[in-house]
């Protein structure tokens, strides 16, 4: 049985609705790496050193399903996940939409100021330009646990994904 899962991928791509989707059918608790990062939501952060000593409080549960894009919150349980699912789809242009989307749509706390830079951040993290340039790569970070990733490239896979899991 799968007790501790990582779902890691690019903002938009629907990280939150699946851990969600899976908490409820697997009856694991979910987080997101945004809990461990953000003092004030979207706008004050922690100390890195306070965010690491929450996630690793988290990651030493029996039981976890966390996702989220911070990688430097998600490599400390990359080892100790059972399975590590990588959603990447083919095309910034949709995750595009599902950002500016998701803004006027349900996000309270997020300004407008703050869409537009993580959409410039999305831009520099998929091409690795800007300030990316030279950082890993979802696929480059996760290469040493390949054997424990399920990569889904579209909401169809993902809904197909959730269609096999078996109830707990």
Do not use: C
Not at 79 to 102: G, M, N, P, Y
């Amino acid at each position: 049985m799968t007790n501790k899962i990582i779902i890691i991928g690019d903002a938009g791509r629907g990280k939150t609705t699946l851990a969600n989707k899976m908490s409820q059918k697997l009856r694991i608790p979910h987080y997101s790496t945004d809990d461990f990062y953000w003092e004030t939501k979207y706008t004050k952060s922690r100390e890195r050193e306070k965010a690491i000593e929450i996630a690793n409080e988290y990651y030493s549960k029996d039981k976890w399903i966390i996702e989220g894009t911070t990688q430097w919150l998600v490599k400390i349980g990359l080892a100790d996940a059972e399975l590590i699912l990588f959603l990447h789809f083919k095309t910034i242009v949709h995750q595009w939409f599902f950002i500016i989307k998701r803004h006027f749509t349900n996000s309270k706390e997020e300004t407008f100021k703050s869409m537009l830079i993580l959409l410039r951040h999305v831009l520099y993290k998929r091409y690795n330009i800007g300030y990316k340039k030279g950082h890993l790569t979802h696929r480059e970070l996760l290469k040493p646990y390949s054997a424990k990733v399920v990569e889904l490239r579209s909401f169809k896979e993902i809904n197909n994904y959730l269609s096999k899991l078996k109830i707990l």
